[in-house]
């Protein structure tokens, strides 16, 4: 059981070296403990809700108390016109009651799996909804935002091939593709994205062949469209096939073997970062990937958007938990110099109501066995406002995971951790696609962190000057996230490094793995030039099937080796965290897979290469 709120205090007064911060103020402090004394009184039904969900239905029915308490503070929810709330139900899905009781209260009612749905439910159906047996916990909801075209295809591209990714050039696949007589062709080329509402008219201006629609898109936009076009300029011979992504981690798997059972043998997926992340053990989506890699299928992850330390930009904080005692429990120290604050330094997305910013904490314990509890808190740039709050129960079978979501700008807002009971762990602070003053190294996590995803950040194609890229002229961008990954535990919960789960324990796994070229040409509207690392994905996934053209039956080792050969240095010298091995020269990775190929040397030792 979690202490209570007076007896944290009461021990933290009693402690001789207590000190306190300037940052937060005593009133923002108050504001955090009144917080926790209702979250401390939740009945059984309230705790299947997400804490902010309970606490903004309790500010709800009784405001001036609230307002009184808490006048900042409220809970981001996307609501319909008869007062529902988007919410995730998960749980035993498939139970007969559940879905009988959803059905007739529910509005908008989306099964996604076994596991989990979404719907619009009213105050007075979300208390009986969390009564029944089969749910575990209802979150607040967000679909994903949707990537809108802005404009129309460009007139000088209705002639057939008229666009054409920079990248061709600057990756040398042009002179590869003549040298070797390869185009991809034989080779099944695939996207798992989103967003295909231009195909028809890009196919009609002839930037793309047919493609095989295994699933249709369904969150609107065009991203799916602009992936698909990059990976045809790179493997115009390679057949295409696409599969929408789902918010299910489950279904997502599922369609990643859809694409396997399909044929495809390449895989450009860059939604990674729309997948929520799980850092520390492997999510479905991430096991999936390990699958395809047994059954040589390889994946092509994007690194993701999320900055990296090197750079100045990191969102990201990963480190062992410190422990800075003040009145209002026992906070984590970001920096060893008793900062208990961390602070927004730039809110680059800005969170909307249709794109809210997720704020996540995690710690080094297994999935839904979590005894170490953790609260989560953002104050004003004062620190004299309670912003936003989590404090989820953990008492052995919960998440590891405190999370809420904003609309707001959160620009010079401030961070606090807190450990409510339990045991140090390895932690892990993520702010969306903003600057944090105190950040790591360690960005890509989740699907960019599988074992078995070939990942990959981006470098800006105009570094090229028009020509080949070169290596360390050619930079990775600064929002590009950086590696490692550090896992604690396996797909099923075992701990890897048992009795340490601290900096000196887990697995390092080296990520990203290579470099593509992004801000390149695209006829698709509103994505040209695209940027991102979602365009550097399918750059290296379209050398791979040019790789697998000159060597059909090449293995996910070969095919490392193959690549890893093939890589210009940038950044660090030698692999790094940034980069990983480097910028990838299709010249180099066609001319190492030929040599394996014809001379019958297929054990991926590449050591005596050139």
């Known amino acids: ?38 979250v401390g009184s939740f009945s059984e039904w309230e705790k299947k809700l997400d804490s902010s969900l309970a606490l903004e239905l309790r500010r709800w029915q009784e405001p001036e108390r609230f307002a009184e308490a808490a006048p900042l503070w409220k809970a981001a929810l996307l609501q319909d016109s008869r007062g529902g709330v988007l919410v995730r139900v998960e749980g035993v899905i498939e139970e007969e009651d559940l879905i009988r009781v959803v059905m007739e209260r529910g509005s908008r009612t989306v099964v996604e799996d076994t596991g989990a749905l979404s719907t619009f439910l009213r105050p007075e159906d979300l208390r ?13 909801y967000f679909p994903p935002p949707r990537r809108v075209p802005t404009g129309e295809i460009p007139e000088e591209a209705r002639s057939r091939g008229e666009v054409v990714s920079e990248g061709v050039v600057a990756h040398e696949i042009d002179d590869a593709r003549v040298q070797y007589g390869v185009d991809g062709s034989g080779v099944k080329a695939c996207v798992l994205d989103d967003g295909l509402d231009s195909l028809v008219a890009v ?11 295994l699933v249709p898109a369904a969150a609107g936009g065009d991203h799916g469209t602009a992936i698909l076009e990059i990976l045809h300029d790179i493997a115009p011979g390679a057949s295409l096939a696409f599969a929408q992504w789902d918010p299910s981690q489950v279904v997502t798997g599922d369609r990643l073997r859809l694409l396997r059972d399909e044929g495809c043998k390449v895989i450009a997926m860059s939604v990674s970062s729309t997948i ?16 395809l890699a047994g059954d040589n299928v390889f994946v092509f992850v994007a690194a993701g958007n999320r900055g990296s330390e090197k750079k100045g930009t990191s969102g990201t904080w990963e480190g062992d938990f410190d422990s800075f005692m003040v009145p209002a429990g026992n906070t984590h120290d970001w920096d060893g110099t008793n900062d208990n604050t961390n602070r927004i330094l730039t809110d ?11 704020y996540v904490l995690e710690w ?3 999935l839904g066995a979590s005894g170490n509890d953790y609260r989560l808190a953002l104050f004003n740039s004062a620190g004299s406002g309670l912003l936003a709050f989590s404090d989820e129960p953990q008492e052995g079978d919960g998440d590891p995971v405190e999370q809420f979501l904003r609309t707001e700008d959160d620009t010079d807002n401030q961070l606090v951790v807190t450990l409510v009971d339990g045991a140090p762990r390895y932690l892990r602070m993520t702010a969306g696609l903003g600057i944090l003053e105190h950040g790591t190294e360690g960005a890509s996590a989740g699907v960019q962190g599988a074992q078995g995803a070939f990942t990959i950040a981006a470098t800006d194609v105009g570094t090229a000057g028009g020509g080949a890229f070169t290596g360390f002229a050619n930079p990775v961008e600064n929002f590009s996230s950086d590696g490692p990954r550090r896992v604690f535990f396996t797909a099923d919960g075992d701990p890897l490094t ?8 887990g697995v390092l796994r080296d990520k990203p793995n290579y470099v593509g ?5 695209v006829t698709t509207p509103g994505f040209s030039p695209f940027a991102g690392t979602s365009a550097a994905a399918p750059h290296i996934a379209g050398i791979a099937a040019l790789v697998l053209d000159v060597w059909p039956g090449i293995t996910h080792e070969e095919l490392e080796a193959v690549l890893t050969a093939a890589a210009l240095d940038t950044e660090d010298i030698g692999p790094d965290v940034n980069a990983g091995q480097g910028i990838i020269r299709a010249t180099l990775a066609l001319a190492g897979a030929e040599d394996v190929f014809e001379d019958g040397f297929e054990s991926g030792d590449v050591s005596d290469w050139d």
């Open 276 to 291: 929520p992340l799980t850092a520390f053990q492997d999510n479905p989506v991430a096991q999936a990937i390990d699958e």
């Open 498 to 505: 048992p009795g340490d789960f601290s900096s000196t324990g």
């Open 364 to 366: 080094a314990d297994p």
């Open 203 to 213: 196919q009609t201006a002839g930037e793309l062949p047919a493609v095989d629609v």
């Open 128 to 140: 009986v909804v969390a009564g029944l047996p089969a749910v575990k916990k209802i979150r607040p």
């Open 1 to 38: 059981m979690r202490p209570t709120t007076k007896i944290l205090l009461a021990a933290a007064l009693l402690l001789p070296t207590l000190q306190v911060p300037g940052q937060i103020t005593e009133e923002g402090w108050a504001q955090m403990e009144f917080m926790a004394s209702e």
């Open 348 to 358: 680059t997305t800005s969170g909307s109501p249709s794109d809210p910013t997720r």
């Open 517 to 521: 070229a992004d801000r390149v040409s």
